[in-house]
C-alpha cells in the first residue's frame, strides 16, 4: 500500500496490526469489526469517516466456535473520498509526487484485492509483450539477513532472531524480470539481438500523472459500450477499480496516485489493453510479432526489435494512435535508438564497474604459516583499498560508457553491501589482532568514501536507502565486535561529518523532502558525541531565528508529517533541542489548525493526530490541543489511545533501524 520511498521510521505495521486483532474489514457491504463494548467505536468513527449521528449495528456472530460482538456500519455511511498525503522525491528535474492513501481506503483496496485478485492476474496476463506482471498471489516472502546473523561476536554465543525478517515485499508474485537490468542481460534479449538488427526503446510520457481513470472500464469493456452504459458499468470488475482509484485520489480522474503497487497494476491493465490493440494493428499492416518485429514493455517502456525502418516506423505510429485514444502519449525525447551489436549504455558500464570494484576490494582471510609446525598457522585480514584511484577509474568508466551516475548507482550499492559482508566474514575468520582490527577499519573508511563520493552526485531515496544500510550494518559491526574506540571514533566521525555535509548541502526543497531524512535517522545511530548542533537541523529544515525575538519561524509553510515524525524521532528529550523541540508542537498545531476543515477526511492530518497522540516525545497539552482540533474531548481522546500504543511511526524501543532497512530490501519490486 505505500511508496517505497517512505522514511524507515514509517510504515503500515500498526495499523495492520490494529486492523488484525481487531478484525476490521470491508465485507458484504458493510466496514464491520468485533469489540464487545463501545471502546473502539470513536476510533473508527475516525478511521471511517463515520458521522457521529450514524448508528453502529451491534450483533452477535458466532466464528470457529467462539461467540463474538460484531460492531458494523453500512460502506455507503463512511466518507470514502478521501485526500492522499503527497510529498515530493528527487526526480529528474522537477521532483516527483509521491501518495500515501488514506488509511480507510488502504482498507477498501485490500479488500477489492481480496475479492478480485483472481480477476487482476486474468486481466494482466492478455499480453504477450509485458515482461513485468502480476502473475499469481504471493504467499510470503522470506529474508533471511545472513550478515546480521555472521556478523555477532562469537563471545555472546547469540544469534539475533528477529533478524530473520518476514516481509512481504508485494501482495502480487511478479514475472520475470526483478528490474529491466536483468531483462538486458537475459537469453530473451540475446535472442531478439541474434534475430533482428536494431532496436528502439520508446517511453510513455508521465505515464501515472497522464492516466485516465475511466481508460480502465474501456480497456476491459470496450469505450462505446463504457460510455452507453456507465450505470451498468460501474457494478463490474472495472467500474469499481475505476471507482476505487478515484475515491482515494479526491475523485480525481485524470491521473492515478503514484508509488503503491496497485496503482502499478491500474496502469498494467491499461497498458496490456494496449499491447494487445498494438498486435491487432500491426496485423493488419502485414507485420507480424516475432517475424517482422518483436515487442517488450517493461511498465511503460516499449523495448521493440525490429530489421526494417519502415516497420519501425509504422510502430510507431500506431503505437502513438493507440496511446491517444487513452489519453496516453510517447516521451519524444526519451527515444533511444540502437543498431548492432545491440547493446545499452548502461549494460556496458556495469560490466567495467563490476570489473572494477572486484578487483579494488577484495577481502580475504589468509592462513600464515609457521616456522614452528606445532604451533597453529596464523590468520589475518587481507584488504588494501585504495578509495582515491577507485573514484578516478570509476568516473572514467561512466564517461567512456556515457552513463551519469544515477544511472548505475543501484549496481554500484548494491556491490559495495556484498563487498561489506565478504570483509565482515573475513574478519570474523581472521585472529582478530590488533593488525586485523586496524586493516578492518581502514577498509571499512575507504569503501564509505567511495561510496559517499558516489552518493553525492545523485542523493535520491532508494540511494539514501542503500548507503544508510551500509552504514548501519557497518556501526552494529564495529560495536559487535568490541573494535577499540579511536577505531570505531574514525569510522564514526568520517560518517558523521559526511552525512552533516549532504544536509548541508541538500536542505529541503519543493523538489526533495525525504531523502536527508533517512540520513538523519542513520546518524542517531552513532552516539552523543556525534549529536548534530542545532544550526545545522534549522538550516536543513528552512527553520530561521526571528531577528529581534528569537523565536523560530519557518517562511517556507508548515513541515510535512515526515519531517515532524523523523525531527521528533531525532531530537527526543535532548536538552540541547528543547527549544526546537517546542517550535515543532507549535507548527503541528498550526498546521492541524489550517487543515481542520478536512479532518480527518485528509490522510495526513489523520495519520499525524494517531502518530502525535501516542508519541513519548510531546506534551500531553499539545495532544489534548490536537485532540480539540478534531473535535475530541478528553473522555474520546483517551479512549482513541488507548485502542494502539503505534500507528504508523515507530516511536523509541518499537524502531529498529536495521530491521527497517532489511525489510525494504523485499521491497524492491521495480
Known amino acids: 500500500m505505500l511508496p517505497f520511498e517512505v522514511p524507515p521510521t514509517f510504515s503500515n505495521r500498526g495499523y495492520y496490526r490494529f486492523l488484525r486483532d481487531n478484525s476490521v474489514e470491508i465485507e458484504k457491504g458493510q466496514v464491520r469489526w468485533i469489540c464487545r463494548t463501545d471502546a473502539l467505536d470513536r476510533t473508527m468513527r475516525l478511521l471511517f469517516g463515520i458521522k457521529a449521528t450514524t448508528p453502529i449495528n451491534v450483533e452477535m456472530v458466532t ?126 534479449y540475446h535472442r531478439s539481438e541474434k534475430k533482428y538488427d536494431a532496436m528502439v526503446q520508446i517511453d510513455v510520457s508521465k505515464c501515472f500523472d497522464s492516466v485516465y481513470t475511466h481508460s480502465l472500464p474501456w480497456a476491459i469493456l470496450g469505450k462505446n459500450q463504457t460510455k452507453f452504459s456507465l450505470k451498468s458499468s460501474k457494478f463490474t470488475f472495472a467500474g469499481r477499480f475505476d471507482a476505487l482509484m478515484q475515491n482515494l485520489n479526491q475523485n480525481e480522474t485524470n491521473g492515478i496516485v503514484i508509488g503503491p503497487e496497485f496503482s502499478r497494476i491500474f496502469a498494467e491493465i491499461i497498458l496490456q489493453s494496449v499491447d494487445t490493440e498494438l498486435r491487432e494493428q500491426l496485423a493488419k499492416l502485414d507485420l507480424r510479432h516475432k517475424v ?51 547493446i545499452t549504455e548502461i549494460t556496458v558500464a556495469k560490466e567495467r564497474i563490476s570489473e572494477l570494484l572486484n578487483e579494488g576490494i577484495a577481502p580475504v582471510c589468509e592462513e600464515e604459516p609457521q616456522v614452528d609446525p ?175 525575538t528569537g523565536n523560530y519561524i519557518r517562511p517556507t509553510g508548515f513541515m510535512n508529517h515526515f519531517s515532524v515524525s523523523v525531527l521528533l524521532s531525532y ?37 499525524m493526530l494517531l502518530d502525535l497522540i501516542v508519541c513519548p516525545y510531546i506534551s500531553n497539552t499539545t495532544k489534548d490541543n490536537i485532540g480539540a482540533i478534531f473535535g475530541l474531548d478528553a473522555a474520546s481522546l483517551a479512549s482513541v489511545q488507548a485502542t494502539n500504543d503505534h500507528w504508523f511511526t515507530a516511536w523509541g524501543d518499537k524502531f529498529d533501524l536495521g530491521k527497517e532497512l532489511d525489510a525494504k530490501r523485499s521491497r524492491e519490486v521495480y
Open 63 to 188: 466464528e470457529w466456535g467462539k461467540e463474538k460482538t460484531r460492531r458494523s456500519v453500512p460502506y455507503n455511511k463512511c466518507e470514502m473520498v478521501t485526500i492522499p498525503f503527497n510529498f515530493r522525491v528527487a526526480h529528474n528535474l522537477d521532483g516527483r509526487i509521491l501518495s500515501v492513501v488514506h488509511p480507510r481506503n488502504q482498507v477498501a483496496v485490500a479488500s477489492f484485492y481480496a475479492t478480485h485478485s483472481a480477476l487482476i492476474i486474468y486481466h494482466t496476463s492478455v499480453s504477450e509483450f509485458s515482461i513485468r506482471r502480476p502473475v499469481s498471489v504471493s504467499r510470503y516472502a522470506y529474508f533471511k539477513d545472513k550478515l546480521h546473523e555472521e556478523r555477532l561476536d562469537s563471545v555472546a554465543g547469540l544469534e539475533e532472531e528477529d533478524r530473520e525478517y518476514e516481509q512481504l515485499g508485494s501482495y502480487f508474485v511478479y514475472e520475470k524480470y526483478r528490474n529491466i537490468h536483468k531483462f538486458f542481460e537475459s537469453y530473451k
Open 292 to 342: 517482422d518485429y518483436e515487442i517488450f514493455r517493461y511498465v511503460d517502456d516499449f523495448f521493440v526489435f525490429y530489421n526494417e525502418d519502415a516497420a519501425q516506423y509504422k510502430i510507431f505510429e500506431t503505437l502513438q494512435d493507440i496511446l491517444k485514444g487513452k489519453k496516453l502519449s510517447i516521451n519524444t525525447a526519451k527515444i533511444k535508438h540502437y543498431k548492432k551489436p545491440i
Open 374 to 548: 606445532a604451533k597453529s598457522s596464523k590468520k589475518k585480514l587481507i584488504c588494501a583499498i585504495n578509495a582515491n584511484r577507485l573514484i578516478i577509474r570509476y568516473k572514467a568508466a561512466l564517461k567512456e560508457a556515457g552513463v551519469t551516475y544515477g544511472d548505475l548507482l543501484n549496481y554500484t550499492f548494491a556491490i559495495l553491501e556484498n563487498k561489506i559482508e565478504k570483509l565482515f566474514k573475513a574478519y570474523i575468520g581472521s585472529d582478530k589482532s590488533d593488525q586485523d582490527r586496524k586493516r578492518l577499519s581502514n577498509a571499512l573508511l575507504a569503501i564509505m568514501e567511495f561510496a559517499f563520493f558516489a552518493y553525492s552526485a545523485s542523493p535520491k531515496v532508494n540511494h539514501t536507502i542503500r548507503i544508510c544500510r551500509m552504514i548501519a550494518t557497518s556501526v552494529d559491526f564495529v560495536h559487535a565486535q568490541r573494535l577499540p574506540y579511536e577505531q570505531k571514533h574514525l569510522l564514526f566521525k568520517y560518517v558523521h561529518d559526511n552525512v552533516m555535509q549532504q544536509l548541508e548541502k541538500n536542505t529541503m526543497s519543493e523538489h526533495r523532502e525525504v531523502e536527508s531524512l533517512y540520513l538523519l535517522i542513520s546518524l542517531s545511530q552513532l552516539g552523543r558525541e556525534y549529536w548534530l548542533p542545532v544550526s545545522v537541523l534549522l538550516r536543513h529544515f528552512l527553520i530561521k531565528e526571528e531577528e529581534g
Open 571 to 607: 531530537v527526543k528529550h535532548k536538552v540541547r533541542y528543547a527549544k526546537l523541540k517546542i517550535f515543532i508542537e507549535a507548527e503541528v498545531l498550526a498546521k492541524l489548525q489550517h487543515m481542520k476543515a478536512h479532518c480527518p477526511d485528509d490522510a495526513e492530518t489523520l495519520i
